[in-house]
Each structure stands twice: as structure tokens, then as C-alpha cells.
């Protein structure tokens, strides 16, 4: 990642404040935040962002990619709408595309996995247009043409050579090396002193399984460092990427028998891992973006260790540069490229990481230095995670009680 993301991603941690106070509910209909300007390399794209199933205050995915779009087109001069499906259904999301490209926009950025099924329908219908992606996998464009386990659960194998995903020369998708810092977070909630641990998984696709199989790794490592033999972790699966009383009731259970801390993975299915938290005063991992903001804010201060993150605003920023600014498309065109490690110095160049200002380091257990060391570990080769989510990964100083799906 260039160095320079470090000044943009800044500018776009300005602006969440705007952000947070100014969710626009008309956004179904398109947002309101065009910004006139331009110069003779930005005037022939408009960008537009359209929100998955929440909206542009959600302190996740929507709202990150929201900012940085927003921030990037300011400081470039270039046209910029959100807009806001009325429902979550790839028919509403689909929608909100046609309206979008019908007011003229010729960039088209969609956060999250959910987008899968409307880039399938719409890439082909508009040619034109140039599609960027964040976190939405091959798996989520054509999950038909993919095996499922005995246990029904999707997997990254093909059901034949003949069953070729489609990708259009008009999409980009980012995806992002999950593994990676699944395994930071549970490296360093082991070497924080946290020693029962549980993984509470959304739906086990390749994902979130990668996230939890990181965790998994991440955690025994630690162990055997500190030559600990009395760390175990609880790992499930909800069923679902949203949090209810069934799923509230398996954590309350969990922390209620000592559980410390668990990995909250997959959508909002952390608010059931923080609903028990709150009731006993234990812990969560956050995923994806910093979720320290609205966990802590909601349920508890200082209830979130660290969260487990992907680079989506630097990602949108580099890509919307090289792209509109630089005339670069055909480096991305019908890509799906996976995202990880690009520096050994500086942990927050890398585009999956732990947030420096709200883990909770500890004095002589786990500090910034130390994370720092383990980057660069992981950079170099000298730490391999595995990304295989065929297996389960092999542990030999925790103790892991896989316990499948708590619905479905």
C-alpha cells in the first residue's frame, strides 16, 4: 500500500464525525452529497456508492466505504452520490445500480458480500460501467458453481472444470487474507493473558472460516511461546450474520462456564456475543472494521480487546486514485485480488490489521512493539498461517471444542 494512504486515511477519519451526525433517510432515493468540480482527468467519471442492508452511520463496512468515497471525491473534484436499497434483497440492490447509472454515475462502489448476487445480474447489463467491489469473493458472485461439505458449508472447490465463474471485464472486487489477522487477534488476546477464548462465527463460509481458523492458529502459537497447556477456545458457528436470543443465550452460557473473550465474526452477529459480555463484564474481538467505537459505546467501555480488520477505506482510496486519476483500469478489470501484507515496518500500511489506537496493549504481555515484531514475522515468512478452510487446523497446545451450528 502507498505511503501517502496513511495522509488520505487520515482525512477520512476526519470526516466520520459528518458521517455519524448526518445519515440522510431519504438516501433510498438516491443520496444528496454531489460535489460539483472536477478537472480534465476526474471529468469523465462520476463515483456512487450504494449501502448493503445498512446505511452510512453503521460504524462498519458501509460507513467506512462511505467516507473514504466521500473524502476521495472531495479533495479530487469528483461527482459523488450515495444511495440506500429500501430493503436487503439483491432485487433492491439492483435497483439502486439501475438508478444510479439512469443519473449518470460511471463508478459504481458496493461494500460487502451481500453484493455478490446484484454484481451477477447487473455486469453484463451495463458494460460501461466500472464496478469496485470490497470483500465480495468469487464465491459470492457465483456461489452455484462451488461444493458445499457433508455439513452443507461452503467450500472454495469448484464443482467441475466446466463451471467457470463469470467475472466481467467491468468488476474489480478487493478480498482480503482474513487468515492473517484472524491470527494477530488470537496471538494477542493468548499473549494479553486471556486464556478461554471463543470463536462465534456468522455463517461458515470460506470468510468467516478463515477468520476463525486464523484465530485458531493465532491463539496456539501464542500458547506454545508462553508454553502454556490450559488455554481452550469454544468454536460456533451461528447459523445466521445476525444476532438474536438463541445465539444470546449459547454466549451467555459460554461466558457464564469462563469464557473471557470471544471473536465476534460475521455481519451483526456480535451483538449477541456482547449482550452476554455486558451481563458478567467480559470481553469481545470486533471484525472487519474497529468496532470499538460502537460496542464500547453501546454495551461497556473497554469492552472490546482489539478487533480483527480489513484495509476497506484504504482499499477504495488506492483503487479510486489509480483508476480515475491515473487511467489504470485495465490493472484491475475482471480481477478479484486478494489483499494482505505489503509492509514489514508499518503495521498500519498493511491492508488487514489490529487498530494501534484502541487494542488494549498490555505492559509485558503484548504491547505495540510486540505486534509490530509479529508483522513482521508474518511479512517475512518466518509465521505461516494457513488459508486451507477444508480443515480444521491442527493445534498442539490448546485445547479447541468445535461445537458446529448453533441454528440452521
Not at 483500469?329 to 494501534?356: C, F, H, R
Request: with cysteine; hydrophobic share 40%; aromatic share 10%.
Amino acid at each position: 500500500m502507498k505511503k501517502f494512504l496513511a495522509l488520505l486515511l487520515a482525512l477520512v477519519m476526519s470526516l466520520s464525525l459528518v458521517a455519524c451526525g448526518g445519515g440522510d433517510d431519504t438516501a433510498a432515493d438516491g443520496g444528496a452529497d454531489a460535489e460539483d468540480g472536477g478537472n480534465a482527468e476526474t471529468a469523465a467519471y462520476q463515483v456512487a456508492m450504494i449501502t448493503d442492508y445498512g446505511d452510512i452511520t453503521d460504524q462498519s463496512f458501509n460507513q467506512t466505504t462511505y467516507e473514504a468515497c466521500k473524502a476521495y471525491c472531495e479533495a479530487n473534484g469528483v461527482d459523488f452520490n450515495y444511495y440506500k436499497p429500501s430493503g436487503d434483497s439483491t432485487a433492491e440492490r439492483v435497483a439502486m445500480i439501475e438508478k444510479a447509472v439512469e443519473e449518470g454515475y460511471t463508478v459504481i462502489v458496493m461494500p460487502g458480500y451481500a453484493f455478490g448476487g446484484a454484481i451477477k445480474e447487473a455486469q453484463d447489463t451495463y458494460p460501461d460501467v466500472k464496478f469496485v467491489a470490497l470483500d465480495v469473493s468469487e464465491y459470492d458472485i457465483t456461489s452455484e458453481f462451488y461444493k458445499k461439505d457433508a455439513s452443507g458449508n461452503a467450500t472454495d472447490e469448484l464443482l467441475s472444470a466446466d463451471n467457470q465463474p463469470h467475472v466481467s471485464k467491468n468488476v474489480y472486487s478487493a478480498v482480503y487474507k482474513e487468515e492473517l489477522c484472524g491470527y494477530m487477534a488470537g496471538y494477542a488476546a493468548v499473549k494479553m493473558g486471556y486464556k478461554s477464548l471463543g470463536f462465534l462465527g456468522g455463517m461458515a463460509v470460506p470468510a468467516v472460516q478463515r477468520y476463525g481458523y486464523g484465530f485458531v492458529q493465532g491463539a496456539d502459537a501464542a500458547a506454545k511461546e508462553m508454553g502454556l497447556s490450559d488455554v481452550k477456545l469454544n468454536y460456533v458457528y451461528g447459523g445466521q450474520f445476525s444476532g438474536d436470543a438463541d445465539i444470546t443465550a449459547a454466549m451467555d452460557t459460554w461466558y457464564k462456564g469462563g469464557t473471557q473473550v470471544v471473536f465476534a465474526c460475521g455481519g451483526g452477529i456480535y451483538s449477541s456475543a456482547a449482550e452476554a459480555a455486558q451481563k458478567v463484564g467480559a470481553k469481545v474481538i470486533g471484525v472487519d472494521v474497529d468496532q470499538a467505537g460502537i460496542i464500547d459505546s453501546k454495551y461497556g467501555d473497554k469492552m472490546t480487546v482489539t478487533s480483527a480488520m480489513k484495509g476497506l477505506a484504504p482499499t477504495t482510496i488506492d483503487t479510486l486514485t489509480d483508476v480515475i486519476v491515473n487511467g489504470n483500469w485495465a490493472n484491475y478489470a475482471g480481477k478479484i485480488e486478494t489483499l494482505g501484507l505489503v509492509s514489514a515496518d508499518d503495521p498500519s500500511a498493511n491492508y488487514v490489521q489490529l487498530p494501534l489506537e484502541t487494542t488494549q496493549w498490555a505492559d509485558g504481555k503484548f504491547t505495540v512493539e510486540d505486534y509490530t515484531a509479529l508483522v513482521a514475522d508474518m511479512f517475512n515468512g518466518k509465521v505461516k498461517v494457513s488459508n486451507d478452510t477444508t480443515v480444521e487446523p491442527t493445534v498442539s497446545n490448546i485445547a479447541v471444542n468445535y461445537l458446529g451450528n448453533i441454528k440452521g
